[in-house]
């Protein structure tokens, strides 16, 4: 079992920026991969970011391409979640997930374990 702890959420004026944590714990060396998801209320969880835990390659949604951007720290057991130039429309409940195997696409829930509890970013207009 692989246990998930979401930190750094928050409010924030539009255009401000967050650092998002995520620690891993329990059985860490089964971890292929390592992302972010979000949702907001009344809509669907959807991919933010994710990295492979190895290799350190990243994917990201285009929605926030060029304004987030996932690391990890292996040493640690730790994946964050760098967000600048946040809008409004960035405000969800971020979780942080993570996936034993590789799946066909790594940015689908379905591909992922084990999940975080949450936390929840603001962005104010």
Do not use: H
Not at 29 to 46: C, H, L, N, T, V
């Amino acid at each position: 079992q692989v246990q998930l702890a979401e930190s750094g959420g928050g409010l924030v004026q539009a255009g401000g920026s967050l650092r998002l944590s995520c620690a891993a714990s329990g059985r860490t060396s089964a971890i292929y991969i390592m992302g972010w998801f979000r949702q907001a209320p009344g809509k669907e969880r959807e991919f933010v970011a994710a990295i492979k835990w190895n290799s350190g390659s990243t994917y990201t949604a285009d929605s926030v391409k060029g304004r987030f951007a996932i690391s990890r720290d292996n040493a640690r057991n730790t994946v964050s979640l760098q967000m600048n130039s946040l809008k409004p429309e960035d405000t969800a409940v971020y979780y942080c997930a993570a996936a034993r195997y590789s799946g066909p696409y790594s940015t689908m829930t379905f591909e992922y374990d084990y999940w975080g509890q949450g936390t929840q970013v603001t962005v104010s207009s």
